[in-house]
């Protein structure tokens, strides 16, 4: 009977950790710039004293739906989404280089360009900072940022800086607790001048909320069944026990 609620128990605990990255993936299907989770089980075996005779199953997230999400027009000057392929530069809480596709920009109290997050976007020579106060603000398709600053006719721009857009091999990015993804290795992408940013857009998420409701459901009656087969285990060990002692 052990074998039995082990494999039971297994199973059940990987369908939580399944369900879990579902739930998340639905919790975020309208957060801008989200890349859907993945996740799968495989076959691990149980290794210890004696033969490797015990197998369990293991869920894991070993990537991320890097599909881009569908664009979302809102002609605010400090909105931009990402054309194809790249990812926007920003610092995080640990002033070490991110990246992101969420492209709502705005402006901190010290004039620093950040994301909704209050991470300073990067660009060519540090983080962002516009001369404020400013009457506009202009970011071209090459993350080229330009102002006019208040007061200044409306034929004045003047160009403080650009952002720095990268693209990595996918394979080569994880994502951390915080939602931002980093390089595996730790370095630094190099800016990749041929990405191109769309403004007054925004990416929205890749999820279908649709496909997760519907492996979530699946996940759940699987659940119920490994819970059913350890409630049937517990039944044949207490059979057992009573045909021993009637012997």
């Known amino acids: 009977m052990d074998k039995l609620l082990y494999i039971a128990a297994s199973g059940a605990k ?9 739930a998340n993936n639905l919790a975020n299907a309208q957060t801008t710039g989200f890349k859907a989770m993945l996740e799968n089980a495989r076959a691990m075996p149980a290794y ?3 033969l490797p005779t015990r197998v369990f199953s293991m869920t894991e997230s070993p990537s991320n739906n890097y599909e881009g999400g569908a664009m979302i027009q809102t002609d605010r000057e400090l909105d931009a989404a990402i054309q194809g392929n790249g990812w926007f530069s920003v ?28 991470n300073t976007l990067l660009g060519d ?11 506009n603000i202009n970011i071209a398709n ?3 940022i330009s102002v006019r600053p208040q007061g200044a006719p409306e034929t004045v721009l003047e160009e403080v800086g650009r952002l720095k857009l990268v693209n990595p091999n996918v394979a080569d990015m994880e994502r951390g607790d915080d939602g931002l993804f980093r390089l595996k290795n730790g370095q630094e992408a190099a800016e990749d001048i ?54």
């Open 14 to 22: 990987q369908d939580l950790l399944g369900t879990a990255v579902r």
């Open 48 to 50: 210890g004293e004696g």
């Open 91 to 118: 610092l995080d809480a640990q002033g070490n280089e991110a990246y992101t596709r969420a492209g709502s920009l705005q402006l901190g109290a010290d004039g620093g360009l950040e994301d909704a997050h209050g």
């Open 125 to 135: 020579a540090g983080g962002i900072f516009l001369p404020i106060p400013l009457s």
């Open 142 to 144: 090459d993350g080229t």
């Open 194 to 247: 041929n990405v191109r940013i769309r403004t007054g857009m925004l990416e929205g998420s890749n999820v279908n909320a649709i496909d997760e409701m519907v492996n979530m459901i699946s996940l759940q009656r699987h659940y119920e069944m490994q819970v059913k087969m350890m409630k049937k285990a517990d039944t044949l060990d207490m059979r057992g026990n009573q045909l021993l002692r009637i012997i």
